[in-house]
């Protein structure tokens, strides 16, 4: 009769853990010693991780460091919000990066002037409502009409202003390219003829223009494709209207498409201070050497253009087109039309202001880092996360929630009479409503800290002065009063209840702001406030108060 195996014998057989662990068979004295030094050995290693793990939380927790993430839809001023607290807590770095946010804000405004190019044509009365959407913004951003456009005004001056700032075409591309691959340098630059300015007979143009390499852009850049098509084959979004020289068809379907960068791109580079300013020009003098001497540097071209693009701004008629059809570039991000004459400057130098104000979409999760003194002046490492806040990139929020300290959550309210880029279905403030919902009810977050910054306060008060009516877009909003005051505390309350009623912890530190985040000295007080609330209850949390 075979013998039974014994309880041990028949978990090694059922258990390969187990099994694995047991000794081999027929293992010699000598074997057996070897082994158990290795694993002597083996379990000292893991005890010395393990005590490392509790000395570093014990650190931690001696020195405890805030997680705040950024959330809310695209444009909704997070970014903008990251920059005030690097003004704050890094100034030194914030105003080391000013001079490299020139590309930046050069961008910004020759899209600009090209958007108003585009809508004061003769044939853009010819783009149908749903087309026409993305360049009533003066951003990626389309807005809602208030009623159906009629264009009676016509720019008679439209002809030369096309032709002066034709060199902005090819200088839209070549900024492009300096954001997107600074490690690159850029071909020889030539000096194409002078254009026959007789056609602008009122102006003195300098018409020294100089021109980058073709190409396309490099991996790092993003132009979503646009929905804007040709106003004479609405139907094929493949297509574009024509434009004067010759333009390929991808620039064309680009110009209203936002142009966006990853995180990892080291676009700063192109623009740096290093880069830019040498010192001095010659061993018999002081004066330094920079950008404004390099014939090559995109400023040269855009001073060329500036009378120009100021008589295009200024333009009475083309101001009254803008107006009926319903365009608000004031409102976009990356506003500069009203700074043209300085920014267009040969020794411009980026103010934090404008730095603020400037418009670049940065694709992936961008983190900074700040060490700032807690209410008894200790020393605290912040870790700030801006994640992205398009409708396919807010995926990337979750592996953010499990030891998160505070959430920073921005609305625009100002953005009632939009709708999403990326659905143009989606009205944006009942996106934010519903992505608000969905933040406040999340269990994973219910011991984090929540700050609402009802943003854009601004261009809400000059949105309600000029006409456009909050009912017209929430008809919930009823018969009530259409001004500032009425509108704002709607949309408090509006988000406030919200909160209230579906909070996943309802005594969790939570306040509302009504914000302008490009508003320096109300920012910072507000940031102040914010990170008050937050490192108290940081400390809460850690058992120290």
């Known amino acids: 009769m075979a013998r039974p195996l ?25 074997d057996r010693e070897r082994r158990l030094a290795a694993e002597s050995e083996a379990k000292r290693v893991s005890d010395g991780i393990d005590e490392m793990l509790r000395a570093e939380k014990k650190e931690k927790k001696a020195k405890p460091e805030i997680k705040v993430l950024l959330l809310g839809q695209s444009e909704s001023g997070k970014s903008t919000t990251l920059k005030q607290f690097q003004l704050m807590h890094a100034t030194a770095a914030f105003h080391a990066d000013r001079i490299a946010w020139r590309a930046v804000i050069y961008l910004n405004l020759v899209r600009s002037v090209r958007r108003i190019l585009d809508a004061v044509s003769p044939d853009s009365d010819q783009l149908d409502e749903a087309d026409d959407q993305e360049t009533r913004s003066g951003s990626a951003v389309p807005s809602i009409r ?28 070549r900024l492009i390219r300096m ?19 007789s056609l602008y007979a009122n102006s003195n143009f300098n018409t020294q223009i100089h021109v980058g390499k073709n ?13 804007t098509s040709s106003p004479l084959s609405p139907l094929s979004p493949s297509t574009s209207l024509p434009s004067p020289g010759g333009s390929s068809n991808s620039s ?17 580079k192109a623009f740096s201070l290093g880069n830019r300013i040498k010192s001095p020009k010659s061993a018999h003098t002081n004066e330094i050497e920079g950008w404004w001497d390099d014939p090559s540097d995109p400023v040269h071209v855009l001073n060329s253009c500036a009378q120009p693009m100021l008589a295009l701004w200024k333009d009475p008629s083309v101001k009254q087109r803008l107006r009926e059809k319903q365009i608000r570039l004031e409102e976009s991000s990356g506003f500069f039309l ?29 983190e900074h880092s700040f060490s700032i003194a807690d209410t008894q002046r200790r020393f605290i490492q912040w870790k ?20 998160v300290n505070a959430i920073i959550f921005l609305a625009p309210i100002s953005a009632f009479d939009q709708v999403l880029v990326e659905d143009p279905r989606m009205n944006r403030l009942e996106d934010s409503l519903l992505l608000w919902k969905s933040v406040v009810s999340n269990k994973l977050l219910s011991h984090v800290s929540i700050i609402l910054f009802l943003n854009k306060v601004d261009l809400l008060q000059a949105k309600l002065k000029s006409g456009v009516r909050l009912s017209h877009h929430m008809p919930r909003y009823g018969d009530r009063p259409n001004d500032y005051e009425n509108v704002s505390t709607y949309f408090y309350n509006k988000f406030g209840g919200i909160h209230r009623r579906f909070s996943s912890n309802k005594e969790r530190e939570f306040k509302i702001h009504l914000t302008s985040v490009t508003d320096t ?6 940031i102040q406030n914010v990170r008050d609330i937050i490192i108290t209850a940081n400390l809460k949390n850690i058992h120290l108060m």
Do not use: C
């Open 6 to 30: 014994e309880p041990n014998r028949r978990r090694s057989l059922s258990d390969p853990l187990a099994a694995a662990l047991m000794p081999p068979p027929n293992e010699s004295t000598a």
């Open 146 to 173: 208030e009623t159906p456009v009629v264009s009676k005004t016509r720019v008679t001056r439209y002809p030369q202003y096309r032709h002066a700032l034709e060199p902005l075409r090819e200088l839209e591309e």
């Open 179 to 197: 954001l997107s691959s600074p490690d690159e340098d850029e071909a020889t630059h030539t000096t194409p003829p002078k254009p026959d300015w």
């Open 215 to 227: 190409g396309r852009p490099a991996p790092f850049i993003t132009i979503p494709p646009s929905r």
């Open 252 to 268: 064309s379907k680009s110009k209203n498409a936002e142009v966006s960068v990853h995180h990892t791109s080291n676009w700063k």
């Open 338 to 366: 009203d700074e043209i004459s300085r920014i267009t400057a040969l020794r411009y130098f980026p103010s934090d202001q404008d730095v603020l104000k400037a418009r670049l979409k940065t694709m992936g999760v961008v």
């Open 384 to 403: 700030i996360y801006d994640v992205g806040g398009a409708q396919n990139q807010r995926h990337a929020w979750a592996p953010y929630f499990e030891d």
């Open 521 to 526: 000295i109300r920012t910072a007080m507000i």
